[in-house]
T-cell receptor, first 116, second 114 residues
Framework: KNQVEQSPQSLIILEGKNCTLQ??????????LRWYKQDTGRGPVSLTI?????NTKSNGRYTATLDADTKQSSLHITASQLSDSASYIC???????????????FGKGTHLIIQP | DAMVIQNPRYQVTQFGKPVTLSCSQT?????MYWYQQKSSQAPKLLFH???????NEADTPDNFQSRRPNTSFCFLDIRSPGLGDAAMYLC?????????????FGAGTRLSVL
């Protein structure tokens, strides 16, 4: 069964600090992995998308890494800001069937709180 | 400018009273999706349209229906809402099948059932 597990479930850090969120998946055959940011009461917004051949991708202070061999990804946030408080969702896409009819398997997200 | 627009942002309905949620897009994407997201849960796909072709998830209750009258608009109809249907409903679009394309999400409609 295709699964996406994220850790930690929630995280509290001080403003200005760095943090790393983890995503482990068992989706096969793998197509790509996305990280989304979801502010409270809003829809998810895409941060990065990585295919099998990409090891790292950055979007401003967000850097995602992918190890397709170990089926792990991480999202590193540098110099956190109060506006980074949100849920971060890892979504893995299968090449063919697997996951929902959309081919996607969603993680439950990591709830990040940035404290001043 | 918002590319996927959901209305209303908040909807309150009574138990058993039909309700319709609206989604429109300015991206001219082929595919439109409806997800249900409950608190601290991952979004759950209800169904999607590939152009006019409707694709229902096997475990989506019959209580949930959808209409796509044209490329730009898609509606979610809940025929007889129950207390368990209270959730955030997310509309998303993608140019082609989601597995190979970025999905763009709307801001969501928060549904409360009294």
């Amino acid at each position: 069964k295709n699964q996406v597990e994220q850790s930690p479930q929630s995280l509290i850090i001080l403003e200005g600090k760095n943090c790393t969120l983890q995503c482990n998946y068992t989706v096969s055959p793998f197509s790509n992995l996305r990280w989304y940011k979801q502010d409270t009461g809003r829809g998810p917004v895409s941060l990065t998308i990585m295919t099998f051949s990409e090891n790292t991708k950055s979007n401003g202070r967000y850097t995602a890494t992918l190890d397709a061999d170990t089926k792990q990804s991480s999202l590193h946030i540098t110099a956190s800001q109060l506006s980074d408080s949100a849920s971060y969702i890892c979504v893995v896409s299968a090449q063919y069937s697997g996951g929902g009819a959309d081919g996607l398997t969603f993680g439950k997200g990591t709830h990040l709180i940035i404290q001043p | 400018d918002a590319m996927v627009i959901q209305n209303p942002r908040y909807q309150v309905t009574q138990f058993g009273k039909p309700v319709t949620l609206s989604c429109s897009q300015t991206l001219n994407h082929n595919v439109m999706y409806w997800y249900q997201q409950k608190s601290s849960q991952a979004p759950k796909l209800l169904f999607h349209y590939y152009d006019k072709d409707f694709n229902n998830e096997a475990d989506t209750p019959d209580n949930f229906q959808s209409r796509r009258p044209n490329t730009s608009f898609c509606f979610l109809d809940i025929r007889s809402p129950g207390l368990g249907d209270a959730a955030m409903y997310l509309c998303a679009t993608s140019r082609d099948r989601a597995r190979g394309n970025i999905q763009y999400f709307g801001a969501g409609t928060r549904l409360s059932v009294l």
